[in-house]
């Protein structure tokens, strides 16, 4: 397995434009998620692992907040300079995504997912919800896309509807959770779309 918990294995597919899961604008379900008013206006919202940027974008083209956070510098750069040509403004983080809750302690409306979980080595998945749910105000919501491409290998690493749903119900309800419609045309069908709002307590067991 490449070594995908180092900012330097990342930093360095930017430097050598190996981006493939880029596609230069916005996912279309996110979009679309960002405009049907999950999250209050002018809310705060982080774009994790947000690469170049686009996501982030779009959410500032929206009215929202934003920091952009990411561990690779190339991709922060990236963002930067995305934002300024695009005319929209927002914050950039230089951050490991496992120290959010240090940074940003209960501090986002609203995270937004795509493209990070799957980068992610899987064992490290329990360490990602607490993160993203210790980063996210009371009740806060995280929405975005799951890549669930079936695939054995990675990154990126693939995650099914059932995968999600054990992984994440400890701290997070569901209040969507489906193939996502209007993905990219080569992402049709592999992508879960979602809408999760943090738990305030954790479940009893059953």
């Not at 008013?37 to 170049?52: E, F, L, M, N, T």
């Not at 980063?135 to 990675?154: D, E, I, N, S, T």
């Amino acid at each position: 397995m490449h070594d995908v918990s180092r900012a330097d294995y990342w930093n360095a597919l930017y430097l050598a434009q190996d981006t493939g899961w880029d596609k230069g604008r916005c996912a279309p379900p996110i979009e679309r998620l960002l405009a049907e008013g999950h999250v209050p206006a002018a809310g705060r919202i982080a774009v994790i692992g947000c690469g170049k940027g686009h996501e982030a974008v779009a959410a500032a083209r929206h009215g929202f907040a934003v920091t952009a956070i990411d561990f690779a510098p190339e991709a922060i750069a990236a963002v930067a300079a995305n934002s300024r040509e695009a005319g929209w403004a927002l914050s950039t983080e230089l951050l490991d995504l496992f120290a959010l809750p240090t940074r940003f302690p209960n501090c986002f409306d609203a995270i937004v997912e795509h493209t990070c979980l799957c980068a992610i080595d899987p064992q490290r998945r329990s360490e990602y919800v607490d993160a993203v749910a210790a980063a996210l105000k009371p009740r806060g919501v995280l929405l975005g896309l799951f890549y669930a491409h079936h695939k054995p290998a990675g990154p990126p690493f693939a995650i099914t509807e059932s995968e999600v749903r054990s992984s994440f119900t400890s701290r997070f309800e569901f209040a969507r959770l489906r193939v996502a419609p209007d993905s990219f045309d080569h992402r049709q069908g592999l992508e879960l779309e979602f809408i999760a709002r943090r738990r305030d307590f954790e479940p009893r067991p059953s």
